[in-house]
């Protein structure tokens, strides 16, 4: 069974920074993809950035210049770090990969279960 586990969420002042991780575990052959979404109160779930497993990245405007997304293949995680956060940045985010498993290789995409990220003075 795979899992993705999240970290790093938090409260943080405007201005600030946070780094979130995001973890696969359990049996599986290879990892695409992997990246970031997130859902503030009352809104649809947005992406916020992608990295290839060659580490190509491409993220939403509105975070361009503000977060980076990276990963380390050998440990399986995927990070986010998030600088001069702004009260809009303020959701639940989750991490998303695709990952393939068992003797065909099946591609199926896996969630994390979320972490907070609340920007607050």
């Known amino acids: 069974q795979v899992q993705l586990v999240e970290s790093g969420g938090g409260l943080v002042q405007p201005g600030g920074s946070l780094r979130l991780s995001c973890a696969a575990s359990?049996?599986?052959?290879?990892?695409?993809?992997m990246g970031w979404y997130r859902q503030a109160p009352g809104k649809q779930r947005e992406w916020v950035a992608t990295?290839?497993?060659?580490?190509?990245?491409n993220s939403a405007d509105s975070v361009k210049g503000r977060f980076t997304i990276s990963r380390d293949n050998a440990k399986n995680t995927v990070y986010l770090q998030m600088n001069n956060l702004k009260p809009e940045d303020t959701a639940v985010y989750y991490c998303?990969?695709?990952?393939?498993?068992?003797?065909?290789?099946?591609?199926?995409?896996?969630w994390g279960q979320g972490t907070q990220v609340t920007v607050s003075s």
């Open positions: 998303n990969a695709q990952i393939r498993t068992g003797w065909a290789r099946t591609l199926t995409q896996y």
């Open positions: 990295i290839t497993s060659d580490r190509r990245t």
């Open positions: 359990g049996s599986f052959h290879s990892i695409n993809d």
